[in-house]
T-cell receptor
Framework: NAGVTQTPKFRVLKTGQSMTLLCAQD?????MYWYRQDPGMGLRLIHY???????AKGEVPDGYNVSRLKKQNFLLGLESAAPSQTSVYFC????????????FGDGTRLSIL | GNSVTQMEGPVTLSEEAFLTINCTYT??????LFWYVQYPGEGLQLLLK?????DKGSNKGFEATYRKETTSFHLEKGSVQVSDSAVYFC????????????FGSGTQLTVLP
């Protein structure tokens, strides 16, 4: 059971470089989310999507863009990476029914030098 | 807005000790409440949930009761094991837009043999 798969698992970038993080889910979930996890701060929502072709801003969206061209994929882009974006990024997905839990990927550890 | 306040760690216990991790929340409506667990190098996994007042969620010997009067959802386990060592996150889900999760900052638990 693949569940939620994140690619890549690790990446080191230089300031100003761009990259895309890929999230894929095989559970036919409508909702998908991108979080960042920083020490002592729990997880904070970056962007989310309630269905194919839709995206919305979360708590900390600045410096990131997202796209949901296919239902199973949710891409997170950094156009010009900054050291403040050094973090662990988690993707999650869920069903639309009330009180459904979110299912998480194993994370992408990103370092910006 | 919504918020979750979680007992700060780290918490270190001996095997078979009793565990309590406190969690209180602030929410405008009637949220669902969750405990997630994160093992080293992995994503978050749902541990248990409760969707209305006085509900008790339970899983793997862990329990938490949704207390509306005290806005709390404390996690308990009667006898911890070394394998319970992980980071525990309390979270709430607003039944509003996309059921976004609001997380506490996490509590690191270490169980010593």
């Amino acid at each position: 059971n693949a569940g939620v798969t994140q690619t890549p698992k690790f990446r080191v970038l230089k300031t100003g470089q761009s990259m895309t993080l890929l999230c894929a889910q095989d559970m036919n979930h409508e909702y998908m989310y991108w979080y960042r996890q920083d020490p002592g701060m729990g997880l904070r929502l970056i962007h989310y999507s309630v269905g194919e072709g839709t995206t919305a801003k979360g708590e900390v969206p600045d410096g990131y863009n997202v796209s949901r061209l296919k239902k199973q994929n949710f891409l997170l882009g950094l156009e010009s990476a900054a050291p403040s974006q050094t973090s662990v990024y988690f993707c999650a997905s869920s069903l639309t029914g009330s009180n459904q839990p979110q299912h998480f990927g194993d994370g992408t550890r990103l370092s910006i030098l | 807005g919504n918020s979750v306040t979680q007992m700060e760690g780290p918490v270190t216990l001996s095997e078979e000790a009793f565990l309590t991790i406190n969690c209180t929340y602030t929410a405008t409506g009637y949220p669902s409440l969750f405990w997630y667990v994160q093992y080293p190098g992995e994503g978050l996994q749902l541990l248990l949930k409760a969707t209305k007042a006085d509900d008790k969620g339970s899983n793997k010997g862990f329990e938490a009761t949704y207390r509306k009067e005290t806005t709390s959802f404390h996690l308990e386990k009667g006898s911890v094991q070394v394998s319970d060592s992980a980071v525990y996150f309390c979270a709430l889900s607003d039944l509003g837009s996309a059921r976004q999760l609001t997380f506490g900052s996490g509590t690191q638990l270490t169980v010593l043999p």
